[in-house]
């Protein structure tokens, strides 16, 4: 719950259209909502309901039809490329489902990368690393690469690499959907606990209702429109009866718990899931910002190993 009431985010009669030849697909339809300091607000709904499109226009990736979207009083869309690649570095923070770590490096030094741009001296920067990796319960994996960590640690170094330099907003796309159900229950209390220590408002998009009651906002997308918005707190949970089922098949968590229950062994090659996942990711995301912050991202890979 917000314990200020300072607006962080404001989304006014946002509207997306994509283009495929002649056919066009409205993705996000006139929707307006405000996002306050502190407060984790989550964006529920179906597959295709558009909820990852408007994560994506509320970070500059995707650009606008028409709207506005302000983030600490800024409208980012009139931004140019540098300004907006600059606001994201102070002031947001990312989490993937797809974990996006860096192979080569180790976890250490994937949680120093925000801090580079930061221009943090590389001995202050392995530290708030460090102190970050211990936090999410890693100390015994700082020099650990991504392929030699489980999925829910990968996760976990996700989110100290997001929380590190402390932005005040952070985005989460499905930071849970590639992990069993213990796991994502451990992951949504790290990003809650994390989050609330800081004060930083969350914005993740989930279609699993019963992650979206982490949340303290609840916004319901269907067909790209806002369906409704909950308030929610601690006490306070949704009325499972009341919430109308997301339709979606089956989660990721609910697949992960029918095979514990059949206790099917299940061995995943981590890299090549993460590989994959990598490709969907930077499939579903358009927009030059995105090949822009790879590209900062590999010259500042350069720069940790460099040090
Ligand atoms: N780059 C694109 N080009 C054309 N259509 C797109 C593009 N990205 C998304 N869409 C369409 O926009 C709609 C919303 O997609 P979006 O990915 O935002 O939904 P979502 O709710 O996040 O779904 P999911 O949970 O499956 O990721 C869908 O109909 C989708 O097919």
């Not at 952070?170 to 069993?180: I, K, R």
């Not at 800081?198 to 369906?227: C, P, S, W, Y």
């Not at 229950?261 to 990711?281: M, P």
Request: hydrophobic share 35%; proline share 2%; charged share 35%.
């Amino acid at each position: 719950m917000a314990e200020e009431k300072e607006k962080v985010i404001e989304v006014r009669n946002v509207k997306k259209v994509y283009r495929m030849g002649s056919e066009r697909i409205t993705a996000v339809e006139d929707v307006s909502f405000d996002i306050y300091k502190g407060e984790f607000c989550c964006l529920l709904g179906t597959s295709g309901s558009g909820k990852s499109t408007l994560l994506n226009l509320m970070a500059g990736i995707e650009k606008l039809t028409s709207g506005q979207i302000i983030i600490k009083g800024k409208n980012i869309h009139k931004m140019s490329e540098k300004n907006l690649a600059k606001f994201r570095q102070k002031y947001l923070g990312f989490v993937f489902q797809s974990y996006n770590l860096m192979n080569s490096m180790t976890a250490l030094e994937n949680v120093e990368f925000p801090l580079v741009f930061k221009r943090i001296p590389p001995k202050r920067r392995k530290k708030m690393a460090r102190d970050m990796l211990v936090k999410v319960g890693l100390k015994t994996r700082l020099e650990h690469k991504p392929k030699q960590m489980s999925g829910g640690q990968q996760q976990r170094v996700g989110i100290a690499r997001a929380f590190v330099a402390k932005p005040e907003i952070v985005f989460a796309d499905e930071p849970t959907g590639n992990l069993d159900t213990k796991t994502t229950m451990e992951v949504m209390e790290l990003i809650k606990e994390v989050a609330r220590a800081n004060n930083q408002t969350i914005v993740m998009v989930t279609h699993d209702r019963r992650l979206a009651e982490f949340a303290d906002k609840i916004i319901r997308i269907l067909d790209g429109r806002i369906e409704s918005i909950d308030l929610l707190n601690s006490d306070e949970k949704m009325d499972k009866e009341s919430v109308e089922d997301t339709q979606e098949p089956e989660s990721f968590q609910e697949v992960a718990k029918k095979k514990e229950e059949k206790k099917v062994e299940k061995k995943v090659d981590e890299e090549d899931n993460i590989q994959s996942l990598i490709v969907t990711q930077s499939e579903t995301t358009s927009g030059s910002e995105v090949t822009g912050d790879n590209e900062l991202e590999e010259t500042s890979a350069a720069t940790v190993e460099s040090d």
